[in-house]
């Protein structure tokens, strides 16, 4: 069985004796069982559970520069692009020759 917990790793029951702890736990605790889940570390460590790391937050300037026409970043995701597009159409415009090649 696994469970989502919000800024949590997922919670996964591998055992009957957990599942059975788990139902206990979510009975007593009723709507609060999330809320504990997320911020008690006597649970975390019952259960297992890892906490996941915040999410690195970019600034608006680096975000400028990560996004901007002129980054490295973005002129690799267009080079990447291009290169896409050009075997794309070479594999349409071969396909169409063979096509026509066995039609004659």
């Known amino acids: 069985m696994k469970i989502k917990i919000p800024k949590c790793k997922v919670l996964i029951i591998r055992t009957w004796s957990e599942t059975v702890q788990l139902n206990g736990l979510k009975r007593f605790l009723g709507e609060g069982f999330q809320v504990h889940m997320q911020n008690n570390t006597l649970l975390h460590d019952i259960f297992g559970i890892e906490v996941e790391d915040a999410p690195v937050l970019l600034s608006s300037k680096e975000k400028k520069m ?3 026409p002129n980054s490295a970043a ?5 080079k990447l692009l291009n290169r896409t597009r050009l075997n794309n159409q070479a594999e349409k415009t071969a396909h169409f020759s063979i096509d026509e090649c066995e039609s004659d």
Request: charged share 25%; proline share 0%.
């Open 74 to 78: 973005c002129k690799a995701r267009t």
């Open 66 to 68: 990560l996004w901007s």
